[in-house]
């Protein structure tokens, strides 16, 4: 079974600039999240989708950054625009269902280094 | 107080030992509890989850609930260099819906 796909897996942007991260969940996986994880942190949630709407978007900086996940699949994440404080690294994270025993498998993470 | 607190380390223990991880949660709500490992550079991966009072085994690991006093343990047992990486601490809280919310994570290093 194919795990979380993300990509690009590095991006080096100035601030200011925008960037768009993507992200294919686990064959099945109605449950979708995006997470920032600062160095040295744990990562914290950023939205959460269930197939295509938004379950949970309480810390999501909406003045830059948004997120999509159309036809309940695939999701982006974009910033725009970048400040200094964005730099981390963006991890997706899929599950099965929402549930409080539903496991959350993640991708490899995408390290956003802004300057 | 912070939701969820863990000891950032690192926790240094020679191979073969027992090492200890310890986590602290504020929610007397919350419902599940995860351990995650984090090798350098990667991503989380679940070690494994509880959400009964008590010890939950897997191999040589071993989650440790107590509701009571709030809080949750993984006991590594044998010890491997290889285990050296960053153990994250996760809890869902009902009042949050299944929203995991992580600690900052305890550095264990095995010296051989």
């Known amino acids: 079974e194919a795990g979380v796909a993300q990509s690009p897996r590095y991006k080096i942007i100035e601030k200011r600039q925008s960037v768009a991260f993507w992200c294919n969940p686990i064959?099945?996986?109605?449950?979708l999240y995006w997470y920032q994880q600062i160095l040295g942190q744990g990562p914290k949630l950023l939205i959460q989708?269930?197939?295509?709407?938004?379950?949970?978007d309480s810390q999501l900086p909406k003045d830059r950054f948004s997120a999509e996940r159309l036809k309940g699949v695939d999701s982006t994440l974009k910033i725009q625009p970048a400040k200094l404080e964005d730099s981390a690294v963006y991890l997706c994270?899929?599950?099965?269902?929402?549930?409080?025993?539903?496991?959350?498998?993640f991708g490899p993470g995408t390290r956003l280094t802004v300057l | 107080q912070k939701e969820v607190e863990q000891n950032s380390g690192p926790l240094s223990v020679p191979e073969g030992a027992i090492a200890s991880l310890n986590c602290t949660y504020s929610?007397?709500?919350?419902?599940?509890f995860f351990w995650y490992r984090q090798y350098s550079g990667k991503s989380p991966e679940l070690i494994m989850f509880?959400?009964?009072?008590g010890d939950k085994e897997d191999g040589r690991f071993t989650a440790q609930l107590n509701k009571a006093s709030q809080y949750v343990s993984l006991l590594i047992r044998d010890s491997q260099p290889s285990d050296s990486a960053t153990y994250l601490c996760?809890?869902?809280?009902?009042?949050?819906?299944?929203?995991?919310?992580f600690g900052t994570g305890t550095r264990l290093a095995v010296r051989p």
């Open positions: 994270a899929s599950s099965l269902d929402r549930g409080f025993t539903d496991t959350q498998y």
């Open positions: 064959s099945g996986h109605a449950t």
């Open positions: 989708f269930q197939n295509n709407g938004v379950v949970d």
């Open positions: 929610d007397r709500g919350s419902q599940s």
């Open positions: 509880i959400y009964s009072n």
């Open positions: 996760a809890v869902i809280r009902v009042s949050s819906g299944d929203k995991l919310t």
